[in-house]
């Protein structure tokens, strides 16, 4: 593994199902993230994690949880999907040395579609 | 509220050069970074700002007024390749980063 990788790279869910978006990196980077990207809107933070065992609400947290059991996997489960989640994740990470240089990289993105 | 604004399209040809702007309003401020994103890739990053000025790295530069809470980033000699959208994202007081929506640039032979 190099960088930060993500599974499955996409994904059909029926509306009600239970879906958990893995993400795994290897560059031992403190902080990870969780955004969505829909067309027009940019991206958006659904939830983060500064340190292993703590997380934190972003901007489009309902219908999402995570986890933060160790440093290297940040997953993000949909409990019950819904056809709004339809979009594509990204997850993030970034070493968060305490100076405003650091930089988020991204895993490649899993595409999600709830019907 | 928070906001980061940027044009949603710009068209250039091959070989002119383009300027992207980027408008914020955040709590606090970090730093301002810019990402290339090309269609059905995640980002990678660009270029980040925290003084005031001009930062050139090859054909990409980007400039950057606090005071203005405006940025540019400026893209030379331009290369099909470079058709992709540009992300424009400030770093707030607490850290973390806002996303402007982006700039789709398409590049005309």
């Known amino acids: 593994i190099a960088g930060i990788t993500q599974a499955p790279t996409s994904q059909i869910l029926a509306a009600g199902r239970r879906m958990t978006l893995r993400c795994t990196q290897d560059?031992?980077?403190?902080?990870m993230y969780w955004y969505r990207q829909d067309l027009g809107l940019g991206l958006r933070l659904i939830h983060y994690s500064n340190t292993a065992g703590t997380t934190g609400k972003g901007e489009v947290p309902d219908g999402y949880s995570v986890s933060r059991a160790n440093t290297d996997d940040f997953p993000l489960t949909l409990a019950s999907a819904v056809p709004s989640q339809t979009s594509v994740y990204f997850c993030?990470?970034?070493?968060?040395?305490?100076?405003?240089?650091?930089?988020?990289?991204f895993g490649p993105g899993t595409r999600l579609t709830v019907l | 509220g928070q906001n980061i604004d940027q044009p949603t399209e710009m068209t250039a040809t091959e070989g002119a050069i383009v300027q992207i702007n980027c408008t914020y309003q955040?709590?606090?401020?970090?730093?301002l970074f810019w990402y290339q994103q090309h269609a059905g890739e995640a980002p990678t990053f660009l270029s980040y700002n925290v003084l005031d000025g001009l930062e050139e790295k090859g054909r990409f530069s980007s400039f950057l007024s606090r005071s203005k809470g405006y940025s540019y980033l400026l893209l030379k000699e331009l290369q099909m390749k470079d058709s992709a959208s540009y992300l424009c994202a400030v770093i707030d007081s607490n850290y973390q980063l806002i996303w402007g929506a982006g700039t789709k640039l398409i590049i005309k032979p």
């Open positions: 993030a990470s970034m070493e968060t040395s305490g100076t405003p240089a650091d930089t988020q990289y």
């Open positions: 955040t709590s606090g401020f970090n730093g």
């Open positions: 560059m031992r980077h403190n902080a």
